[in-house]
DNA sequence: TAGTGCTAGTCTCTTTTTGAGACCAACAAT
DNA sequence: ATTGTTGGTCTCAAAAAGAGACTAGCACTA
């Protein structure tokens, strides 16, 4: 049941707080993909230039097969990256990421280089936290 | 064989490809938190006004109220909000976005403003992909 | 005075999701 | 003949999330 295409209520209302439940909003279907432990990860790497399944097993070292084919089947799903086999002597696939994609990307890499520059901030403030939990 | 480029997306250079496990890069370490189900949304929410408990509750229609505090607590960790409790009568507690959470919130907030505007681009997306699994 | 509801949670139990690792078929080189 | 490489799938265990009962102190109601 690991594939099984996820079924969304329709909606196209904006996401006003009066309806923020999940078949309605499109913050939250859209955001539910992307938000996943792995999903930002690839489209990082495939915003670069495209890549190969076994290249991006070994450019993400703690990702499982299983894990690492179901991210990018849902992000095949929605559009944000193309799948192309090639019938090579061992067959080979290729994942490119689609225009939509690129322009996903493009607001998504300034939050990425806000946790990058932020980082420190973020430890600091965790550190804080912690040592007054146990305070 | 392992050709690939190590050369990293961003400008800023927050997360090289050399780095990508998970005690090194800060876009691992940051991202999975605001990555979460219900984190961007309660994001959103206390990027308006404060909130307290119970009206974020019943903002979120369908978050439980164990998720609801482990997020918010998982946000007060990182540093994006913080939390305010007054004796009142009934104690009640108020959830406010922090400074840090606000410079968060701008670039997060253009992403979700993509995601509001590509909706219906993604769920065509799913549908064609859906179709054609089936066929 | 008992009954009800409000507050912001916690505790337990069940279901869903994720992770670890074995297995697959074809073909290539050793 | 064994090993390795390709891109997966399959099963089972562990972790995370969801559902719902339960708490304490106070206010209002009957």
């Known amino acids: 049941m690991d594939n099984a295409p996820r079924v969304s209520v329709l909606a196209g209302e904006p996401c006003e707080t009066s309806s923020w439940d999940a078949g309605n ?13 792995w999903s930002t990860l690839l489209l ?37 990256i193309d799948r192309q086999v090639f019938p090579t002597k061992p067959p080979s696939v290729e994942y490119r990421m689609t225009e ?6 493009a607001p998504l890499s300034k939050v990425l280089a806000w946790a990058g520059e932020n980082h420190a901030a973020v430890k600091a403030a965790r550190a804080k936290y912690d040592a007054s939990e146990l305070g």
């Open 44 to 80: 990082e790497a495939l915003a670069q230039r495209p890549y190969r399944f076994g290249e991006l097993r070994r450019l993400v070292p703690d990702i499982s097969q299983r894990m690492l084919t179901q991210t990018l089947r849902d992000l095949q799903r929605d559009g944000y």
């Open 25 to 37: 909003c499109p913050v939250r279907d859209v955001m539910n993909q992307i938000a996943g432990k």
């Open 100 to 105: 939509l994609g690129h322009s996903l990307f």
